[in-house]
């Protein structure tokens, strides 16, 4: 089976503009959370979906956004895109998000904002 | 708030030395514990978890113990390879309300050398 796969890979945007982020999830996931690893850190939690609600939203502001997709996919958008916002942006899917299920890994879109 | 502390790396250690990388945590309640891994270009993969006290999680050699005592959960290889040049990172995962997230810790590289 295919595993959590992500699009682009790689983005090159200038200051201001956005960005629209997708995630596929491993099939029979219903559960797809964000997460923005600046290089050299751990990642950090930006949201969790899951059946198409947002369950979870970490401390980024609201030029940050999502949705689910009735098929379980997911769409990170960025507004007023910023310097600070190049990282890699990874999507993981689990089966319904609970606590102890292991999130599995897209190898993430690399944003870089000049 | 909950957080995950790991020791600074990076650490480097030659091929079929013991591997201890030390991970604490602090959170209420009883949350699931886990090691991630990312090799060098490649997305997070889930290394090994567990999801309650004195569980034992294991996988390629690398083992943790959940041990709520000491509130930790450090990784242990007895003999690393030079294939396990990567980073390292501990996260726990609660469900706080209505929030369901992975908690990172600011991961450990490791480096062996032949």
């Known amino acids: 089976d295919a595993g959590v796969t992500q699009s682009p890979t790689h983005l090159i945007k200038t200051r201001g503009q956005h960005v629209t982020l997708r995630c596929s999830p491993i099939?029979?996931?219903?559960?797809v959370s964000w997460y923005q690893q600046v290089l050299g850190q751990g990642p950090q939690f930006i949201f969790q979906?899951?059946?198409?609600?947002?369950?979870g939203r970490g401390n980024f502001p609201d030029r940050f956004s999502a949705r689910q997709f009735p098929n379980y996919s997911s769409e990170l958008n960025v507004n007023a895109l910023l310097l600070g916002d190049s990282a890699l942006y990874l999507c993981a899917s689990s089966l319904t998000g609970g606590s102890g299920q292991p999130q599995h890994f897209g190898d993430g879109t690399r944003l870089s904002i000049l | 708030g909950d957080s995950v502390t790991q020791m600074e790396g990076p650490v480097t250690l030659s091929e079929e030395a013991f591997l201890t990388i030390n991970c604490t945590y602090t959170a209420t309640g009883y949350p699931s514990l886990f090691w991630y891994v990312q090799y060098p270009g490649e997305g997070l993969q889930l290394l090994l978890k567990a999801t309650k006290a004195d569980d034992k999680g294991s996988n390629k050699g690398f083992e943790a113990t959940y041990r709520k005592e000491t509130t930790s959960f450090h990784l242990e290889k007895g003999s690393v390879q030079v294939s396990d040049s990567a980073v390292y990172f501990c996260?726990?995962?609660?469900?706080?309300?209505?929030?369901?997230?992975?908690?990172w810790g600011l991961g450990t590289s490791l480096a062996v050398n032949p």
């Open positions: 979906y899951y059946e198409k609600e947002e369950r």
């Open positions: 996260a726990l995962s609660r469900v706080a309300g209505n929030n369901r997230k992975l908690i």
């Open positions: 099939s029979g996931h219903k559960s």
